[in-house]
């Protein structure tokens, strides 16, 4: 794999070289076609963020970052005051784009931070300052990524002492496709890689994860792309895989960890937790620091996103799948409870239960 080529074919997000736009790959359009889309307005950021455009939290974090120092760039005002006023507005419409990933919110707030204290700096001078708090966050991510990666490349390392290869499963896509680089979930795959391991030597199973395909259409296409051994199956096959003895560990991503270490992610994960806890098989939750919400005692108040029914019915058919009239339900995110949960992988170590006092430990 040529790692760099790799990372730079697959590159969620970044800030245009003139500034004028942020740039994405459109993974709405994933696998067959890739295609980069410029987002130039307050409209088309939002659109962007709600469509899953852009998805992922800590992707969505950079485009936020991006996005609304791009927007403050063009906001005229003679006096902080008036451009505090109108930054306010665009940071608030963009806030709405999404309620369940806590990295929109943080990475908005982070900007908004950047403008409070330089209250006395030329207007001018604060949007670059703003534009460079972009690309710090989209640099941090890449580096939290990188470290979640190597904590969980110890876990597979001392699984290797096996003999065979690893079977790893994962849920929605966790991918370099939803951060700057790398992924949370599989990160540790990647990192493997960067240590010399052979792609044979892990064989990663994918659930498609319905109704959006995020692991049909994004994990498996980043997965086999990079050269490892990669398996798809339906999200009702997990059962008979983990029965089978396939599946060592289960490494996924995650929207949101409430203060108990409850954690929320695309919709069918606590599923998977269940499984895992059945069949005696460790469950990770690979989550930058940026996701815990301390100020959420549980997963009971994460605000969970209600989505189109047409996503269930009719997005990936030719003709309609459902009667019409037929409610949905189509909830974005379900909630893990942390008693299933063998521990939560962040950038500043490795926590397990109890979840409260291991944040607190890592000063979260």
């Known amino acids: 794999m040529d790692a760099e080529r790799f990372f730079d074919e697959l590159l969620?997000?970044?800030?245009?070289?003139?500034?004028?736009?942020?740039?994405?790959?459109?993974?709405?359009?994933?696998?067959?076609?890739r295609k980069r889309i410029c987002l130039s307005t307050r409209e088309e950021i939002w659109e962007a963020i709600k469509k899953l455009r852009v998805r992922g939290a800590p992707a969505i974090g950079v485009c936020a970052a991006c996005g609304i120092a791009l927007l403050a760039s063009k906001i005229e005002a003679a006096d902080y005051a008036h451009f505090f006023e109108e930054f306010r507005k665009e940071k608030e419409?963009?806030?709405?784009?999404?309620?369940?990933?806590?990295?929109?919110?943080?990475?908005?707030?982070?900007?908004?931070?950047?403008?409070?204290?330089h209250e006395e700096m030329p207007l001018r001078e604060l949007c670059e300052l703003l534009f460079a708090e972009a690309e710090r966050i989209r640099e941090e991510d890449v580096q939290i990524s990188r470290s979640i990666g190597e904590i969980g490349f110890r876990l597979l390392s001392e699984l290797k002492q096996k003999g065979r290869e690893i079977g790893i499963l994962t849920h929605c896509n966790a991918g370099t496709l939803a951060t700057a680089k790398y992924g949370t979930a599989t990160a540790p795959m990647y990192v493997a890689l960067e240590h010399g391991w052979a792609g044979q030597e892990i064989h990663v199973y994918?659930?498609?994860?319905?109704?959006?395909?995020?692991?049909?259409?994004?994990?498996?296409?980043?997965?086999?792309?990079?050269?490892?051994?990669?398996?798809?199956?339906?999200?009702?096959?997990?059962?008979i895989l983990m029965k089978s003895g396939k599946i060592d560990i289960v490494f996924v991503g995650c929207d949101r960890v409430a203060a108990n270490g409850d954690a929320a992610n695309k919709i069918g994960t606590s599923g998977v937790a269940i499984l895992a806890k059945h069949y005696g098989i460790p469950f990770y939750v690979c989550a930058p620091s940026s996701t815990i919400d301390m100020r959420t005692p549980t997963g009971a108040e994460i605000p969970i996103e209600m989505r189109d029914p047409d996503e269930v019915t009719e997005m990936w058919y030719r003709e309609r799948m459902a009667p019409d009239g037929v409610d949905v339900y189509n909830p974005a995110f379900d909630v893990t409870d942390h008693e299933l949960i063998t521990g939560i992988i962040t950038e500043k170590g490795l926590c397990t239960a109890p979840y409260g006092a291991a944040f607190r430990q890592l000063g979260m």
């Open 12 to 33: 969620s997000v970044r800030m245009n070289a003139d500034r004028t736009a942020v740039d994405i790959i459109d993974q709405t359009l994933l696998p067959g076609t």
């Open 93 to 117: 419409y963009l806030a709405s784009s999404r309620p369940t990933a806590v990295n929109l919110f943080w990475a908005l707030n982070r900007m908004e931070d950047c403008v409070k204290k």
């Open 206 to 239: 994918c659930d498609e994860t319905r109704p959006l395909l995020q692991g049909a259409r994004l994990t498996a296409l980043e997965l086999h792309s990079a050269g490892i051994r990669t398996t798809l199956q339906c999200d009702n096959m997990a059962s």
